[in-house]
């Protein structure tokens, strides 16, 4: 897939630019999961865990691997309870209250 498409008007997401027809959604659609099995093979992974995608590549990655390859986060630490507050436990066995 031509990626320069991507970027022409850059106002619109990939969603407005398929209905308008300016995208080809089979092609958008094969490039994405392109991206995940490519992804899925790398030694490390860095993103978001907010991304599905993201989750994907990891989980696809431990289940083929049989173990977690290193990753880091670009967010504070991941919860799933959007934005209410949530304990973490640390390592000297202290609890510490955040928001996510």
């Known amino acids: 897939m031509n990626r320069a498409q991507l970027a022409q008007q850059a106002s619109l997401n ?4 398929a209905m ?25 992974h860095v993103g978001a865990l907010t991304s599905n995608v993201f989750r994907l590549v990891l ?17 504070n630490t991941y919860c799933s309870n959007f934005g209410a507050g949530a304990m973490m436990n640390r390592t000297d066995g202290t609890e510490r209250f955040f928001l996510c």
């Open 14 to 17: 990939v969603e407005h630019k």
């Open 20 to 44: 308008r027809g300016s995208l080809d959604v089979h092609d958008v659609t094969a490039s994405a999961l392109v991206d995940v099995e490519l992804l899925t093979d790398a030694d490390a």
């Open 59 to 75: 989980q696809l990655s431990f289940a083929r691997k049989g173990y977690v390859a290193p990753f880091v986060s670009l967010e």
